[in-house]
C-alpha cells in the first residue's frame, strides 16, 4: 500500500475503517469469484450458508459508479460521525450500527432485500445529518442544501445511477432505520427516558472489548 494511501487510511476511526477494508474486499471477493452473490431470497441462503448474514452488509455491488458512490458516501459520514459524536466511543457506535444491522434483517423478509449493505450505509448518513441540523452541503457543487435534506438528495441519485425504484426503496429503508436510531438516541432517551438505556449504549462488556473503559 502506498504511504499515502496508507497513512489515509490508518487515519480512519476504527469502525469506519474496519467496514470499509471489509466492504472494498468482499466485492473483490466477488470480482475474483471467492464468494458468489445470491440470486435468491436472503434468509434461505442464510440456512444453508450463515456466513450471508454477515457478507450481505459488506457487499456493494460490483465495482463500478454506483459501488463508487455508495462507498465513498457511507466513508465520508461514517468517518464524520464517528470523529463528532462517537468520538472516543467505538463500543456505542459500534452498537448502534449492529442494532440497526438486526433491524434491517428483521425487514429484509418484507421488502425481499438480498442486500443489506447500503441499507446500512444511509443509517450513520441519516444520523449525522440529524446530528447536524444548520450544516449547509453543497451536492457536486450544483446546490446547496442543508444537512437533513441530504440522505434524501443522496436516494434519488442513486436512483438515478441504478436505473430502478427498487435500489431507492432498500436506501429509503436505511434512512427509516437510521431515523430510529437517532430517535431512541436523542428523542426517547433524553426527552423521555432521561437517561441511556441498552437501545441508546453499548454494554460494559462490548465496552471493555472496544477498549471504551
Known sequence: MPVGLEAWFTQIPPVTRTWLA?????????VIR?????SSYLWSLI???PWRVFTTFFYFGTISLDFVFHLFFFMRYSRMLEESSFANRKADYFWLLFLSSLMLLGLSPLFNLPFLSSPLAYVPIYFWS??????????FGLLTITAPYLPFALVAFSWVLSG?????AS???????????????DVWTREMI?????????????KRLFGDL
Do not use: K, M, N, Y
Not at 22 to 30: G, I, K, N, P, Y
Not at 34 to 38: D, F, K
Open 22 to 30: 471489509l466492504s472494498v474486499l468482499t466485492s473483490v471477493a466477488v
Open 34 to 38: 471467492l464468494h458468489t452473490v445470491p
Open 47 to 49: 440456512l444453508l450458508q
Open 130 to 139: 440529524r446530528r447536524h441540523p444548520s450544516t449547509p452541503i453543497s451536492l
Open 164 to 168: 430502478t425504484w427498487r435500489a431507492a
Open 171 to 185: 436506501d429509503l429503508i436505511g434512512c427509516a432505520v437510521g431515523h430510529v436510531g437517532w430517535f431512541i438516541r
Open 194 to 206: 432521561g437517561g441511556p438505556t441498552i437501545f441508546s449504549e453499548a454494554p460494559e462488556p462490548l
